[in-house]
């Protein structure tokens, strides 16, 4: 059985737990010191299995749990996705059922496996004993032990099948920290397992535990693995119990997203609360919601730690402990709500447009982020519309900027995507808060962060005693609704972040026809089926891919649904949309539809499934509609049948030759854009600090078909193999450009690194960003650019070969130590400048 989505809680092999249940329960002062660093008080490590999107990605991990991450494809060199959190709490996992290596094609390397672990970040290693290994107990312990020598201090586990062979796992079990014993099949009382509640060391499962410790295996390795399916409380608590009393490992949960609802995911996190039982929610300390009239129970306090006559709102959800079924009328409102909305919720027949003319003030909350100039100027924002100011700098003690306006209607924003260091203290956020002209504070669940909810409430409550009148908001990525839903009470607002690079791909669509059938909704109903009250909820859009008929969508959401608002990112970039800011901060203004994705030309079409598709031969252009459905909806891959993963089967195809006709003498190339080609300053500077991406290192695995990251799978224009353009770079002796003085220069320094920004590629006309795999975010991988360093005037070339967010990637760890004549190689940044130049061998910007 294949490793998937799971859950691991492990005993730390340096501490002595207590005997019993009991103690832990006792032990109230180690309890709470432990459970405020996301442990439980008998210090279990957590840990979640994650991978592809089949599996759950490493977002969807609950909070505090480290991370396991497989590829769990059936190649098994092909790398495991990135974690997130710290790594010495991660896991990179080979094997699994089904992952098998292809003929000729040699098994990864322990040099390849411990690259993997650091591009993961991940410090250790679990080895499922299905798949390519088989049972291959040898090679698993050399793998161990090899990993050991390049990396002393790495965890490696054992994952064993019920049916394994014990005995041969017992004779290796030294070389492993952990060994996990999966107790169950389909279910956790399918044929040959079983769990009486009564008497649970009588049954097949307890029996078949028995075997293996038999066999050799001592109890303190031992992880006790469980499937969500067929799971009860008891048997949880159960398996507790043995980790408490017989001194097992700990507990491993296969879909820790199946997880039934009646088995919170609290009892599992903190040792001393039973899953045999739902937990009882505090009492209200004030009614912030309540039944409408149009409910029977007309008057009742529905906030999620309430009980009315029909039951618990913490486990029936405030609409269904009010009487509702979650869909229009709406039964649990905000105790503020005035007649007038109610009735007007009332009316589900009413279109999106007679909506937003019957309620001017739909849209309660409008924000945008600003701060950077790359984002947004704060001066920039429009009037009406709340500031939420950011430094955005990698560095978290950097104070965000000035916002304008009232401070009333402005937060500063702490953390985000590359922002990384020491969260600042309470007293210091509330300065920064004062200088910022800003009376709020969000919270971005990203980068130093890292959705640690626990963390960031604990600082939002000591903020509120120092400022009492503040609000805090929590900007959080769409998967974790689980994680904060626990956190309701520290905070005002959750802005959910309803896009990835853009407003569709990447597991967000909104079909303009009928926008509650789209992904992005469904992503909505999951934080409000999650017991998020709609009003504690801000819609959050991007101005890339923008649509008119989106903002009108999001508005009729908040009007009917009672949703808190809608901020926007990038909302500098609005007027690229053609969407007038009065539609947005008028709320009875429609922002009008978008044209739909223009047809293709029957004459002819530019992608199409390959004959290995299940859609073979018919058109997948973004515009497209196959068998399979909309390829704007599903995506070009998703349109074909495919899973977004190899085997690829929207290809480009051949323009068409009409026929014979005199071929005309080529025009001469059109001057390209000095915008382009003009040398550039790096606003970040260059570091070189490493060798991942040295000629020798990379250039082998872009050779043999194996290189792994954001530029992987033929994204963007980055081929691999022995015939491709990155392959012959690493062996290229020289190569003229044209140099600062626009003066021809022999450059004979070479390396692989980060691309140039997506920005400056989707300038280039002779570039199609829109069309290559991953989106823009990837185009320039395969592309080259020249550095410059001018205090040695030393020339250097870099193929991109892995993405890079902004310049700060750029110029970071692209190791040519050479052009820094030995400076720069302890990480400190040097001045460069750079410009895209076409790679040797290949014409400009097109596929090598």
């Not at 006790?224 to 949960?253: I, P, R």
Request: charged share 15%.
């Amino acid at each position: 059985m294949m490793m998937l989505s799971g859950l691991f809680i492990l005993h730390s092999a340096s501490v002595i737990c207590a005997t019993s249940v009991e103690d832990c329960y006792a032990d109230e002062e180690s309890f709470l010191q432990y459970h405020s660093q996301g442990k439980s008080p008998c210090n279990y490590a957590l840990q979640g299995y994650c991978g592809p999107w089949w599996i759950g990605q490493c977002a969807e991990v609950p909070f505090r749990m480290g991370q396991m991450s497989g590829a769990f494809y059936k190649n098994v060199t092909t790398p495991p996705p990135p974690t997130g959190g710290d790594a010495i709490n991660n896991y990179i996992v080979i094997g699994g059922q089904d992952v098998v290596y292809l003929p000729g094609q040699p098994l990864p390397s322990v040099q390849e496996i411990v690259g993997w672990m650091s591009r993961s970040n991940a410090d250790n290693l679990n080895v499922d004993m299905s798949g390519f290994l088989d049972g291959d107990y040898a090679s698993a312990k050399n793998l161990a032990d090899g990993i050991r020598s390049f990396k002393p201090k790495a965890k490696v586990q054992m994952t064993l099948q019920a049916d394994a062979d014990f005995t041969s796992a017992a004779a290796v079990a030294n070389s492993f920290d952990t060994v996990g014993i999966m107790l169950y099949n389909i279910s956790m009382t399918a044929p040959g397992f079983s769990i009486p509640e009564v008497n649970p060391t009588s049954g097949k499962t307890y029996a078949l535990l028995q075997q293996l410790i038999q066999a050799g295996v001592p109890n303190h390795k031992i992880v006790l693995g469980m499937t969500t399916n067929g799971l009860e409380g008891y048997m949880v608590d159960f398996f507790k119990s043995l980790a408490q009393t017989q001194g097992f490992a700990g507990l491993m949960f296969w879909e820790i997203q199946r997880l039934p609802s009646t088995i919170p995911v609290s009892c599992i996190i903190n040792f001393p609360e039973s899953c045999g039982r739902s937990p009882s929610p505090p009492p209200p300390s004030a009614c912030h919601s309540t039944c409408a009239p149009q409910s029977n129970l007309s008057g009742e306090c529905c906030d999620l730690t309430s009980t009315t006559p029909l039951g618990s709102c913490f486990e029936m959800g405030p609409e269904s402990c009010c009487g509702g079924d979650g869909l229009s009328p709406y039964f649990c409102l905000p105790t503020s709500v005035t007649a007038p909305v109610v009735s007007l919720l009332q009316d589900a027949s009413a279109t999106i447009e007679e909506v937003l003319l019957q309620d001017s003030k739909a849209t309660d909350v409008l924000q945008a982020y600003c701060g950077a100039a790359w984002l947004t100027s704060c001066s920039l924002v429009p009037n009406g519309i709340q500031q939420l100011v950011g430094a955005y700098a990698k560095s978290i003690d950097t104070p965000p900027a000035r916002a304008g306006g009232m401070a009333s209607d402005n937060s500063i924003v702490i953390g985000g995507e590359g922002v990384e260091g020491t969260l600042p203290t309470s007293t210091t956020l509330i300065g920064w808060m004062e200088d910022s002209n800003a009376d709020n504070i969000v919270f971005d669940m990203e980068g130093v962060l890292r959705g640690n909810f626990l963390e960031a409430a604990g600082i939002a409550d000591a903020i509120k005693v120092g400022k009492p009148a503040s609000k805090s908001q929590a900007t959080c990525l769409a998967t974790t609704y689980g994680d904060a839903a626990v956190f309701l009470s520290s905070f005002d607002l959750f802005n959910i972040m309803l896009y990835a690079d853009e407003m569709t791909g990447s597991g967000f669509s909104i079909p303009e026809n009928d926008p509650k059938s789209g992904e992005t909704y469904a992503w909505i109903k999951k934080w409000t089926d999650a017991g998020i009250p709609a009003n504690k909820i801000v819609l959050g859009m991007t101005t890339a891919g923008l649509e008119g008929y989106m903002v009108d969508f999001f508005k009729s959401l908040v009007a009917t649904e009672g949703f808190a608002g809608i901020s926007f990112w990038k909302i500098g970039q609005l007027s690229d949309t053609g969407i007038p800011v009065s539609c947005i901060t008028d709320a009875a203004k429609s922002c009008g539809s978008s044209p739909s994705p223009t047809p293709p030309s029957p004459d002819f079409c530019s992608s199409k499934c390959s004959g290995a598709s299940p859609a073979a031969g018919q058109c997948c252009e973004k515009s497209s509609t196959t068998t399979y459905g909309s390829c704007y909806i599903k995506g070009q891959e998703g349109c074909c049948g495919g899973t977004g993963f190899p085997p690829y089967y929207c290809q480009l195809v051949p323009s068409p030759t009409p026929g014979p006709v005199p071929t005309p003498p080529s025009p001469p190339p059109s001057p390209t854009p000095p915008s382009i080609y003009s040398w550039e300053q790096s606003p970040e500077g260059m570091t070189n600090n490493g060798g991942t991406y040295n000629l020798d290192v990379a250039g082998p695995q872009l050779c043999e078909g194996n290189w792994g990251n954001a530029c992987c799978c033929s994204r963007g224009y980055l081929i691999q193999g022995p015939d491709s353009v990155a392959c012959k770079f690493k062996a290229i002796p020289s190569l003229t450009i044209e140099g600062i003085e626009n003066t021809e220069v022999e450059v004979s320094i070479f390396s692989y690194g980060h691309i140039f920004p997506a920005e400056i590629a989707e300038l280039n006309p002779e570039l199609d960003c829109s069309a290559v795999k991953n989106g823009p975010s990837t185009c320039a991988c395969g592309l080259c650019y020249a550095i410059y360093n001018p205090a040695n005037k030393k020339y250097g070339v870099i193929l991109g070969v892995d993405e890079a967010a902004n310049y700060n990637e750029m110029g970071r760890d692209q190791y040519l130590e050479m052009i820094a004549d030995g400076g720069g190689t302890d990480g400190t940044r040097f001045p460069f400048m750079w410009k895209p130049i076409p790679c040797p061998g290949q014409p400009p910007y097109t596929h090598g």
